[in-house]
T-cell receptor, first 110, second 114 residues
Framework: GQNIDQPTEMTATEGAIVQINCTYQ??????LFWYQQHAGEAPTFLSY????GLEEKGRFSSFLSRSKGYSYLLLKELQMKDSASYLC???????????FGRGTSLIVHP | GAGVSQSPRYKVAKRGQDVALRCDPI?????LFWYQQALGQGPEFLTY????????KSGLPSDRFFAERPEGSVSTLKIQRTQQEDSAVYLC????????????FGEGSRLTVL
């Protein structure tokens, strides 16, 4: 099985930087995903990390350390529209099926 | 269509009724997933299809839940004798290439069991 842990809620100020952490325990690791989900909407894909290191994509970056079972999502230049739930997910056991954590609700305030 | 389409968007059922939820994946997407999302929780995996083959159904919570994808395109999730604990949003997702890690989700079907 898999165990994915991330904070329930975070708050940050518009224009600031926020880091959302995720730890996981899996067997046969096949990658770490981040998805964004606005309230009442479908999750949308942000990133997929298989190898250690940082991947940058515009204002969003995702980091993975396989040896530590740790990932983070870094959001820069926060905007009000970034208020959403951020879902960490891991694939394992020879499968590419994401198993999701409960999500981190990010509130961006002026 | 351009994205994953799910219907109905909202369904209210009386306890004990059977319901059927439909998913139209993006054309050409081989992989199709069903997830269940309770309020304030992350999506919980239910089942996975590759074309018409159901390769993993380990997440289906009971034998009241059944999914099919007979022609490798549209999929239906059926819940028999619904219970109040079945109330959730049921999300469908499809993927062209799992190596990219990208799943495309529909907006979900919100089921409320009274």
């Amino acid at each position: 099985g898999q165990n994915i842990d991330q904070p329930t809620e975070m708050t940050a100020t518009e224009g600031a930087i926020v880091q959302i952490n995720c730890t996981y325990q899996t067997s046969g690791f096949n990658g770490l995903f981040w998805y964004q989900q606005h309230a009442g909407e479908a999750p949308t894909f942000l990133s997929y990390n298989v190898l250690d290191g940082l991947e940058e994509k515009g204002r969003f970056s995702s980091f993975l350390s396989r040896s530590k079972g740790y990932s983070y999502l870094l959001l820069k230049e926060l905007q009000m529209k970034d208020s959403a739930s951020y879902l960490c997910a891991a694939a394992s056991g020879g499968s590419y099926i994401p198993t999701f954590g409960r999500g981190t609700s990010l509130i961006v305030h002026p | 269509g351009a994205g994953v389409s799910q219907s109905p968007r909202y369904k209210v059922a009386k306890r004990g009724q059977d319901v059927a939820l439909r998913c139209d994946p993006i054309s050409g997407h081989v992989s199709l997933f069903w997830y269940q999302q309770a309020l304030g929780q992350g999506p919980e995996f239910l089942t996975y299809f590759q074309n018409e083959a159901q390769l993993d159904k380990s997440g289906l919570p009971s034998d009241r839940f059944f999914a099919e994808r007979p022609e490798g395109s549209v999929s239906t999730l059926k819940i028999q004798r619904t219970q109040q604990e079945d109330s959730a949003v049921y999300l469908c997702a499809s993927s062209l290439d799992l190596n990219t890690g990208e799943l495309f989700f529909g907006e979900g079907s919100r089921l409320t069991v009274l």
